[in-house]
């Protein structure tokens, strides 16, 4: 397949014949018949190009195509027009089309351009996702990850983001709440604001509410400057209670006053200070579970489950486990300023086989070792490799080696690497490995 191509032409005869063309090309082709119907299906991570007529009812070519680089200016988009029509196609290069043909055309001068275009397109989106790579934070690492299990939570971060409603997240410990609830703030509208967390297990009970409420300056109490409780801190912003399941019982009951108010009554003060905050809790196990144990109030449980998000343990996304563990090695490496190791045999097992109870902590905590010489591993590799070049080759020796194994019999692959087929095959067309090759009589 040498790429997608979205074909935009409001003559269906026109465009049928077209998309033939192109198909038999060996382009994938996705249909519009108006500029309309193409924005609906059409979005910045679109990684083909745009043909489309120039002359259309409604909203026409050029129109399209500023729409288009507004929504990505790298887009390519190239116009048919009439011999009339060049100096709007023209004009429309300059507002950022990629190219334009002058009705009629050559069908292979339409491939040579769809080509060059699908060449740039693809360098543009490569060079985006090692810039994503290279800006790959501690809080970004656990949702990273080709599993469904980490599509579907990156799916749910984008949609809490957008909505402004208290989320109860649940999950195992060292499984990345925080990491999760920093997602979802830094992708929402208060990203510019505070993210104020707060443990709630290591709150003690004599101090809890002047830490949290905030208190006055007075004489008599010996503070002579208003202390601003950690509540207040997080006002236009987010307020993230981690182990919101442990937290004393008395300060359950303050958070209960707070999330109903949505304000803050320092001690010593005799009005209260209006809020606006958005509120996400973490429970280290099952709420619903805590409630039951007496650990949880109910009311409290009830006014945080407005919309529970569940965080996967590692277990059920084994099949990113090389790739964070990869993630985790380079940041453990360029941290401790040592020369990243090559991964061996023993290492490579234990991440397949390992079930990993205290998920991507101790995930991390196991690159740590790895990168000190703690565990065993292999002379080390060229330094001069970037980090998604390191991840690739890590990803390519893996399959490699379960491919050797089980003499390319690719459901024995599969099933080893604990990955869905389709997702092995895609590694494999990116990596350039042919399971033919490690089938016997190919060696």
């Known amino acids: 397949m040498n790429g997608c191509v979205a074909l935009v032409e409001d003559d269906d005869s026109f465009r049928a014949a077209l998309a033939e063309r192109?198909?038999?090309?060996?382009?994938?082709?996705?249909?519009?018949?108006?500029?309309?119907?193409?924005?609906?299906?059409?979005?910045?991570?679109?990684?083909?190009?745009?043909?489309?007529?120039?002359?259309?009812p409604g909203m026409d070519g050029r129109q399209l195509a500023e729409r288009l680089s507004a929504l990505d200016p790298d887009l390519p988009v190239?116009?048919?027009?009439?011999?009339?029509?060049?100096?709007?196609?023209?004009?429309a290069m300059k507002r950022g089309a990629y190219d334009f043909?002058?009705?009629?055309?050559?069908?292979?001068?339409?491939?040579?351009?769809?080509?060059?275009?699908?060449?740039?397109?693809?360098?543009?989106?490569?060079?985006r996702r090692l810039g994503?790579?290279?800006?790959?934070?501690?809080?970004s690492i656990p949702l990273s990850g080709e599993s469904s299990a980490s599509a579907s939570l990156r799916a749910a971060v984008r949609e809490l983001a957008a909505a402004e409603v208290d989320v109860l997240i649940e999950g195992e410990t060292g499984s990345g709440k925080e990491a999760v609830a920093r997602a979802i703030h830094a992708a929402g509208r208060r990203r510019?604001?505070?993210?104020?967390?707060?443990?709630c297990a290591a709150l003690p009970d004599e101090d809890a509410e002047a830490r949290l409420m905030g208190q006055e300056a007075s004489v008599g109490s010996g503070l002579l400057r208003r202390r601003e409780g950690r509540i207040e801190q997080s006002h236009q912003g987010t307020l993230f209670l981690d182990e919101i399941d442990l937290a004393p019982r008395a300060v359950?009951?303050?958070?209960?006053?707070?999330?109903?108010?949505?304000?803050?009554?320092?001690?010593?003060?005799?009005?209260?200070?209006?809020l606006d905050l958005r509120v996400l809790a973490a429970a280290k196990g099952d709420p619903a579970d805590a409630v039951a144990r007496g650990h949880l109030r109910e009311d409290l449980f009830w006014r945080l489950n407005v919309v529970r998000l569940r965080v996967p343990p590692l277990r059920e996304r084994r099949e990113d486990v090389p790739l964070l563990f990869a993630r985790f090695l380079a940041r453990a490496a360029a941290r401790l300023e040592r020369p990243m190791p090559a991964?061996?045999?023993?290492?490579?097992?234990?991440?397949?086989?390992?079930?990993?109870?205290?998920?991507?902590?101790?995930?991390?905590?196991?690159a740590n070792e790895v990168a000190l010489g703690l565990r065993p591993a292999a002379a080390p590799t060229a330094h001069d490799l970037g980090l998604a070049d390191r991840v690739a080759r890590y990803e390519a020796e893996l399959i490699r080696e379960a491919l050797s194994a089980h003499a390319g019999d690719m459901k024995r692959v599969t099933e080893a690497l604990r990955i869905p087929r389709k997702t092995l095959y895609d590694k494999m067309a990116?990596?350039?490995?042919?399971?033919?090759?490690?089938?016997?009589?190919?060696?």
């Open 22 to 56: 192109l198909t038999l090309a060996e382009f994938e082709v996705l249909s519009f018949p108006s500029a309309e119907v193409a924005l609906k299906g059409l979005n910045a991570d679109f990684d083909g190009v745009v043909v489309t007529d120039l002359r259309m």
């Open 78 to 91: 190239v116009l048919m027009t009439g011999h009339g029509d060049v100096a709007d196609a023209v004009e």
């Open 101 to 127: 043909l002058t009705k009629p055309f050559a069908s292979e001068r339409l491939i040579e351009t769809l080509g060059r275009a699908l060449e740039k397109r693809a360098l543009v989106l490569d060079n």
């Open 132 to 139: 994503a790579l290279a800006a790959e934070t501690e809080d």
């Open 192 to 199: 510019h604001r505070p993210f104020v967390a707060v443990s």
């Open 252 to 274: 359950q009951l303050m958070l209960l006053r707070v999330l109903e108010e949505r304000e803050v009554l320092p001690l010593g003060a005799s009005e209260p200070r209006a």
């Open 343 to 366: 991964v061996g045999d023993a290492v490579r097992r234990r991440l397949l086989d390992h079930d990993w109870p205290g998920n991507l902590r101790e995930l991390s905590n196991y």
């Open 430 to 443: 990116r990596l350039g490995i042919q399971p033919a090759e490690h089938r016997p009589g190919r060696r």
